[in-house]
């Protein structure tokens, strides 16, 4: 890997982390269209690791007080920890599967038009006035499990997530907050489980340049990429990612018939 496909994976990584348009479904077309083989298990782990660093900088006070565990917070801490629970077994359970489905461009597609699909009609709705913590026990497991079908390829966690809350009367702000601080253990333990096959594989043979690179502009465009998102959910703008979504859908259609 050189440069130049370091500094564009990063961009890509944090960028569509959490813009709603699928971060591991923009992955799978870059690779697809530009011939980026990219095996180092490693580099992904970087990558990750980039991206959870913006979400400590913008929502550190929200993090701190759970941390800690002050009142307020409690309730909000264990219904982020309730709705981890069906994301991580749908990724155990499902693994092979859903890894199968990486190496497919046209699942990819058509899963971007299902994503936009959810953003435009999200759109639809106001959402309510609720906050985390006034949500029942069973709300938080169901924005879980559309965080666990985001693990397909073109479907957006964030975009799946941010809609599942506001489904269930939550304000913007509340569902925009419980959507990215529930990705800290989600992205954190893809990581790790990333970082584990790396020990296992041996797999430390990248360029120290090359790691910071990737690193810096993941964390640099993952940083933007969430004051965009939370502008454009204030300024209920959603469906414009729809419009991207399909448009892009549509170029690797159009792209792979052609080709």
Excluded at 95 to 115: C, G, K, P, Q, R
Excluded at 220 to 233: C, F, R, T, W
Aim: aromatic share 12%.
């Amino acid at each position: 890997m050189n440069s130049l496909q370091a500094i564009f994976l990063g961009l890509i990584q944090g960028l569509t982390e959490f813009i709603p348009v699928s971060s591991s479904g923009h992955l799978v077309i870059a690779q697809h269209f530009f011939k980026i083989k990219e095996d180092q298990i490693l580099f992904n782990v970087i990558l990750h690791i980039g991206t959870l660093i913006p979400i400590f900088i913008i929502f550190w006070q929200d993090i701190k007080d759970m941390i800690l565990l002050k009142q307020e917070k409690r309730k909000e801490t264990f219904y982020i920890l309730l709705a981890i629970i069906p994301t991580g077994i749908i990724g155990v359970l499902f693994e092979d599967f859903f890894e199968n489905l990486f190496s497919n461009a046209y699942l990819t597609a058509l899963m971007l038009i299902v994503t936009g699909l959810i953003l435009y009609i999200t759109e639809k709705i106001d959402g309510g006035e609720k906050e985390v913590a006034e949500l029942k026990f069973w709300q938080p497991i169901i924005v879980g499990l559309a965080q666990g079908g985001a693990i397909i390829p073109g479907i957006s966690r964030s975009g799946t997530t941010i809609a599942a809350s506001l489904f269930q009367n939550l304000n913007r702000k509340a569902a925009a907050r419980f959507s990215f601080l529930m990705s800290i253990p989600v992205i954190g333990g893809a990581g790790f489980l990333q970082f584990l096959k790396v020990v296992d594989s041996g797999s430390f043979d990248l360029e120290l340049k090359v790691v910071l690179l990737g690193f810096f502009s993941a964390v640099i465009s993952g940083y933007l990429a969430i004051k965009i998102l939370l502008k454009v959910l204030a300024e209920k703008k959603l469906n414009y990612f729809s419009y991207y979504c399909w448009s892009v859908a549509a170029a690797v259609i159009i792209i792979n018939l052609i080709s």
